[in-house]
């Protein structure tokens, strides 16, 4: 492979853009807001062809969107929260402003779970869950050595979960209110104690119940498909004793059933770099999504 890479990881806030040698080797990185689809892509081309041509280009985004090539809307995003995104397509938005120049796609949540599985925490293994706790609640799976995809890429964050005894918070997602998202993500912290996450001290009664919440998230993948390794992301997760409380609530969740949960549970190894990293692994590995 010859030319230079480009990669972006787009998050429902911010956009990190980037450029990497023809091997994966980070040259450049910049981050700004993720405002409308057309100024946030039109920022994006503009920064890449400033560092030089484009030869391939990856792509890690937030969802739902459709990630299956073989798909007639492929590069299209669903009924996403993000309403002015709904309906963008990336397929047509490259054809018209990157034309020839292949391109790879998948979640950021995805992204940064082949990252930590090339790189980082779970290298080396096969089946792991990465979840990533920020402006909302996203997962990306592998199992048997495989990203999993089906109809849609995973969407757990919309799980229906058990309500904590002291939580009369009504939830905040615009689709099911009281969701594992309406009543966990980073915007749901902020509007049930009227402050954001990281300026609540440890000792607040809202970092227990927020491991409750995503403990019982976490024990109920586990019972579905048993990952090696439960990865903890995002910007939520990054409070300190925060995963020590998920371990808690996981172990006291099993009561003995599955064996050594909470142990399970780790942060990423490459931190907040996890997903535009990943974004430039989808571009130097094409459709062979996993390491070999």
């Known amino acids: 492979m010859s030319g230079r ?31 409308t689809p057309k100024e946030t892509m039109n920022i994006a081309v503009s ?15 937030f969802g739902p969107l459709r990630v299956d090539p073989q798909a007639a809307d492929f590069g299209t995003f669903l009924r996403t929260p993000k309403e002015s995104w ?6 047509s938005y490259f054809h018209n402003h990157l034309p020839g120049v292949p391109w790879f ?9 082949l990252a930590e599985m090339t790189y980082g925490a779970a290298r080396g293994l096969s089946d792991v869950l990465y979840l990533t706790v920020g402006t909302g609640i996203g997962a990306g799976l592998a199992c048997g050595g495989r990203l999993v995809h089906g109809t849609l890429h995973p969407e757990m964050g919309h799980w229906l979960v058990r309500r904590h005894a002291d939580d009369s918070f009504v939830g905040l997602c615009p689709f099911h209110r009281d969701c594992w998202e309406g009543l966990a993500s980073g915007p749901a912290m902020w509007q049930r104690w009227g402050a954001a996450a990281h300026t609540l001290p440890m000792d607040h009664p809202a970092w227990d119940m927020e491991a409750f919440y995503l403990a019982q998230g976490l024990y109920t993948a586990c019972a579905m498909v048993s990952p090696q390794r439960l990865i903890l992301g995002g910007g939520v997760s990054q409070a300190t004793g925060l995963l020590d409380k998920v371990s808690m609530w996981m172990d006291r969740f099993s009561q003995g059933y599955f064996e050594s949960l909470g142990a399970r549970v780790v942060a990423p ?11 430039i692994e989808l571009a130097l590995r094409g459709d062979k999504k996993l390491p070999s």
């Open 269 to 279: 190894a490459l931190g907040q770099q996890a997903g535009i990293t990943g974004a």
């Open 47 to 61: 920064w890449w062809r400033a560092r030089g041509e484009v030869a391939r280009l990856g792509i890690a985004s």
């Open 86 to 91: 709904q309906g963008f397509s990336f397929a």
């Open 5 to 35: 890479i480009a990669a972006m990881e787009l998050g429902g806030t911010k956009t990190v853009v980037a450029v990497a040698d023809a091997d994966g080797v980070l040259c450049e990185e910049y981050r700004f807001p993720t405002t």
């Open 105 to 113: 796609l998948d979640t950021d949540v995805q992204a940064a779970l």
